[in-house]
């Protein structure tokens, strides 16, 4: 059995260092030593995510589980255990069991595992465990073509029982996976372009097609058995009947489509992106809730159709095979573009229906799953704001020893002082992180163990998609989607931006 404390030391190699060819040794050189069985445990570990998904700890409960620690006696089998446990806990003092729970996993760890269970636990686990490095690794530990490994995950909906197939079998083994009605396949990514004209840059003529803020589906359709699936491949057939309905209405008799589901108001711009996942978070149908907040289907890209594999088609054949399979008011809107000017056209007229953005995408691509390529391009219209840093919290991985996740806020010039909306990590270079780290300690005013709060002075411009409710903040809002764009020493505190102007953007984006 594999001690758990080689996949910390692992996974602590791959956060030290920046290149990708040392992630993907080090990372192949774990897979080949573990066990058959240890493999859907240790895959989930280090890409970032335990396969038992979010276990809903709270933080509190984490920071009381912390043990001083000693000689490691775990095994990667009794972590999973222990996250099988916590996962199943419910009812009556759940919250008691749960600490106690931990607590008794805890004090098994050293002081590392300790650190890589609780960032693991509350989805902070940042090293660099992309999925495309997870699959290169997989392929040098089993010595097969990476090309193989990404195409059996893309069919498989899981790199996992992919590994374990090429670890035992080699490329034979990678065979027995293809494409089939009613196994999910993770889904193709994007990646993003600074706007409509480089994206065709990049693309040449391309389809260009609304970017909505929906949730992201999967749709598979044999006969009149029909399973709905979301980005992260979870089945959520039963609280989506219109996409259900959408699937069943389609001419096709046997499909895999990927769309978008998605709350339009009656003039047909969305509502916010939450009042779409309020459907999400259901069990099951309730039709007052359905009534309340209908949702769309569009279909973007067609994977199968009857019984005729796509994948491997281009774009433009896709689309053919899309429009036909399926009703018109089910397919999204996109045009067919040559220049950079008409893909800005399309764009400017979705943002004016409320939508995102636009994605541009090569009319010659096929539907790599699972990858985030360059064919696949996103335009969206992002927001700014200049912020105060009232706290910071200590990073881990390559940021440890650095401050890195920034608490912003915004002023209050009704109340004084400032009121928070949120927290990020994202678009620190590492010389912004070796700056920030100096300039809030000299400010620093209280610490604990994770935080640092500070003197609000720095200002900072921070980029952003939108305005969400949010049950964790005082001011009822939270940014989402949230970058740094730049530090501005040129602004001080009192030139921030206010609450007012953050609530007048909420208010405005709910009425688009």
Known sequence: MTRFADVVETSGRVAATASRREKIEAFAALLRRLEPGELEIVIPFLSGEPRQGRLSVPFAALRSAQAPGGESRLTVQDV???FESLKGMRGKGVAQRRATALRELFVRATPSEQDFLARLIIGELRQGALEGVMLDAVAAAADVPAADVRRAATFAGALAPVARAALEAGTAGLRHFSVQVMRPVMPMLAQPAADAQAAMAACGTALVEWKLDGARVQVHKEGAQVK??????????????EVVAAALAAPAQSLILDGEAIALRPDGSPHPFQDTMRRFGRKKDDADTRDGLPLSAF????LLADGHPLV???LEARRAALERAVLPENVTPAVRAATGEQAAAFYEDALRRGHEGVMVKSLGSPYEAGRR???WLKVKRAHTLDLVVLAVEWGSGRRKGWLSNLHLGARDPAGGGFVMLGKTFKGLTDAMLEWQTREFLARE????EWIVRVRPELVVEIAFNDIQKSPHYPCGMALRFARVKRYRPDKAATQADTID???RLFESQAGR
């Open 373 to 375: 390529g360059g064919t």
């Open 80 to 82: 999973d255990r222990a």
């Open 501 to 503: 102007t953050v609530r």
């Open 228 to 241: 709905v699936f979301t980005r992260s491949l979870n089945e959520v057939t039963a609280a989506l009947p």
């Open 445 to 448: 005013t209280a610490r604990d």
């Open 312 to 314: 491997d088609a281009p």
């Open 299 to 302: 279909f973007f890209d067609c």
